[in-house]
């Protein structure tokens, strides 16, 4: 299973971007699905994340301003990000968590997209 990110970039404070992920390989179904971000010289942290019922869950730090989706069918989720302040600066990961049709479950992260913020 791989993931594709997109949608990173360079964008002016107040400004928005929409990130996408897609997972392609044999994957049977998925359960969560999450974005992460790593500022240089920080931790990894969570930004949002969605069950595969549509349950969401937010970063504090992002909260209000950021919307998370995905469409289970094309196994893809995308991140909207509003009113982008240059602390939002990171590279971005796509996470998800799927499983076989015997019940087991693995993880699979991808490749990470940057997203700068300037002020």
């Known amino acids: 299973v791989q993931l594709q990110a997109s949608g990173g970039g360079l964008v002016q404070a107040e400004g928005s971007l929409r990130l996408s992920c897609e997972a392609t390989?044999?994957?049977?179904?998925?359960?969560?699905m999450a974005w992460y971000r790593q500022a240089p010289g920080k931790e990894r942290e969570l930004v949002a994340r969605i069950s595969n019922g549509g349950r969401t869950t937010y970063g504090d730090s992002v909260t209000g301003r950021v919307i998370i989706s995905r469409d289970n069918a094309k196994h893809t989720m995308s991140l909207q990000m509003n009113n982008l302040k240059p602390e939002d600066t990171a590279v971005y990961y796509c996470?998800?968590?799927?499983?076989?049709?015997?019940?087991?479950?693995?993880?699979?992260w991808g490749q990470g997209t940057l997203v700068t913020v300037s002020s």
């Open positions: 390989g044999v994957i049977f179904g998925i359960n969560d």
């Open positions: 996470f998800i968590e799927f499983f076989f049709a015997t019940g087991a479950t693995l993880s699979s």
